[in-house]
């Protein structure tokens, strides 16, 4: 998912969208801007979107994402970065889940994944062969 703001086509804003542009060039982030067909309204889109100056972003401006004050400016970000989900797991489950993290934590990813991959051959092999 991307965050996506859109602003008005007025000579203000191009001159904004310009620095927007510029802003999100010099911090690495790529934030892809276009036009609406009837060139009404200008918008932005990308992974992370910075508006180096706060007051030039506005609510109506958010089209996805969420924004956060930052360094004087504005940062949007999509809306699926940094949720936390609470779930309930039953006493089975979760001792299950704690002994496979206690199997792999004494263990590299090379030697997980190598474990896993003679698992998978053992098993093929014993379906095929019989």
């Known amino acids: 998912m991307k965050a996506k703001i859109k602003m008005k086509n007025t000579l ?26 009837d060139l009404k309204e200008i918008y932005f889109e990308g992974e992370g979107i910075w508006i180096p100056d706060k007051t030039w972003y506005s609510k109506d401006m958010l089209v996805e994402g969420q924004a956060k004050e930052k360094n004087g400016g504005i940062e949007i970000q999509p809306v699926d970065k940094g949720k936390t989900v609470n779930i309930h797991l039953d006493a089975d489950l979760v001792a299950e889940l704690n002994e496979i993290r206690d199997h792999v934590m004494s263990k590299s990813q090379h030697d997980i994944v190598l474990e896993l991959f003679k698992k998978g051959i053992d098993q093929y092999n014993k379906e095929n062969n019989d």
């Open 12 to 37: 203000d804003n191009q001159k904004k969208a310009r620095e927007i542009r510029d802003a999100n060039r010099d911090n690495t982030k790529l934030a892809e801007i276009t036009f609406s067909d």
